[in-house]
Every structure is written in C-alpha cells, then in structure tokens.
C-alpha cells in the first residue's frame, strides 16, 4: 500500500487507496471550512470598522453643535453681564488704549502660532508598502510586499485561501502559525501588527504580544510569528 504524502493541491488518481482518497477530501474540507470562516471574520471586521467610523461621525457632529451652541450664548447681545466699578471708571482714552496693545498683543501671539515647525514640515506621509523580510523560519529568504489600506488589512496564518495567497502571507509549512495567525494594517498612515489571538503567539524582542493590541512597525524591526522571522522595511 502506498504511504505517500496526500497534498491538498494534489487530483485523485486510480492507484490512491481509500485512506489516501479519504485524508484527500478531509484536507480539502478543511481548506474550505478555513476559507469560509476567513470570509465572515473579515466581513465582521469590516462592520466593525464601518460603525466606529459611524460612532465617530457623530460624536465630531455632537461636538461642533455644541461649540455653535456655546457660540451663540456668548454672542447674542445679552446686556445682563456686570460692569465693574474699575470698568466703569476708565475714561474713553484709556480704554481706546488698552484695547490697542490688546490688539498688538494678539498680533504677536498670532503670528508665533503660525510659524511652522520645522518638524512639522518634515513629516513623513502614509505608510504605503510594508516590506516583510523572512530571515529565519520554513520560508528564510523569501520576502512579501504587502499593502493594507485602511478597513483592508493583509492576513498571515497558515490558510491557504485566496486572502492570504494573494494579498497576505500564507505560512504553510510553519507548523507553529496558526490557521489566522494575525494581521498587518494602515491606521491614520502608520503601519502595525496585529496578533489576533493565535495559539502560540508573536514575539517581539523577546516579548510575547497582547492579543488584538497594535505594535506600532518601524524600519529594521524583528518580530517573530510562529516560527518565521521576519523583519519590516516600510515604503512611504
């Protein structure tokens, strides 16, 4: 009887004995399963990027309506607040210049307020392109170009469904990644990892990382996911 590996990308043939034909269609049970359960994780996720983009939508609302609230109080003409003896007995003069060095003390804090920085100016853009270097692990040597945008993170676990071959990392042959390991993704132009509760865990400088908490990626930075390490080069 034949003892040979059954791969899941591998067509039945007329010499495969029943265990091989029944370890064939198992695989391939549960490449579908992975599949399918990929597609409502993301389809959720995205719902949940959908309503707190909502949630916040409406606090901003909130608070601008409020600030022409508030306008408007201080605005309206109201007569009803007090004149201090002190006010009351400044003559014309004196007030005309007052108010004129409050006018040039404004001035002044104006324009130091919008001189800008030179930090400011040298501002890195959005993060555009995450380059992942393996340097050690199943696939050393090997190097993914991932782009996340924003709602649309990239993928990496050991699934060989399309997300994670097309768009992600798919790590088969690293037995210690799980099926959906984690995730890289763009979030008001910086790049992170996120490790989404995988069974052994993602290190990064020897500590392991909390489960759905985004490290922050910078260049030459090392994090080890399963057994594949890898390093990250960002491209603006």
């Excluded at 399963?33 to 949630?55: F, M, S, V, W, Y």
């Excluded at 109080?73 to 003896?85: H, K, L, Q, Y």
């Excluded at 007995?89 to 003390?105: F, I, V, Y």
Aim: aromatic share 6%.
């Amino acid at each position: 009887m034949s003892t040979s590996i059954i791969d899941l990308f591998d067509e039945p043939t007329t010499d495969w004995t029943v265990e091989q034909l029944l370890e064939w269609c198992l695989l391939r049970s549960h490449a579908q399963t992975d599949e399918k359960r990929d597609e409502l994780i993301n389809a959720l996720h995205k719902q949940l990027e959908e309503g707190k983009a909502e949630l916040w939508e409406a606090h901003d609302q909130a608070a601008a309506t409020s600030i022409v609230g508030n306008d408007t109080v201080g605005n309206d003409g109201d007569s009803s607040i007090p004149i201090t003896s002190n006010q009351a007995s400044l003559s014309p003069e004196s007030t005309a210049a007052e108010n004129s060095q409050r006018s040039r003390g404004t001035v002044g804090s104006t324009n130091c307020v919008q001189k800008p920085s030179v930090a400011a100016t040298k501002k890195k853009g959005s993060v555009k392109t995450i380059h992942v270097s393996v340097i050690g692990g199943p696939y050393e040597g090997k190097t993914f170009n991932l782009k996340p945008r924003p709602r649309s993170p990239c993928y990496v676990g050991r699934s060989a469904g399309k997300k994670f071959r097309e768009r992600g990392m798919s790590l088969q042959k690293d037995s210690e990644v799980s099926t959906t390991h984690g995730k890289f993704e763009v979030k008001s132009g910086k790049a992170f990892f996120v490790d989404t509760g995988s069974t052994n865990g993602t290190l990064h400088m020897e500590q392991e990382l909390e489960v759905n908490s985004p490290l922050e990626l910078h260049n030459d930075m090392e994090i080890l996911i399963g057994a594949t390490l890898v390093k990250i080069s960002l491209e603006y």
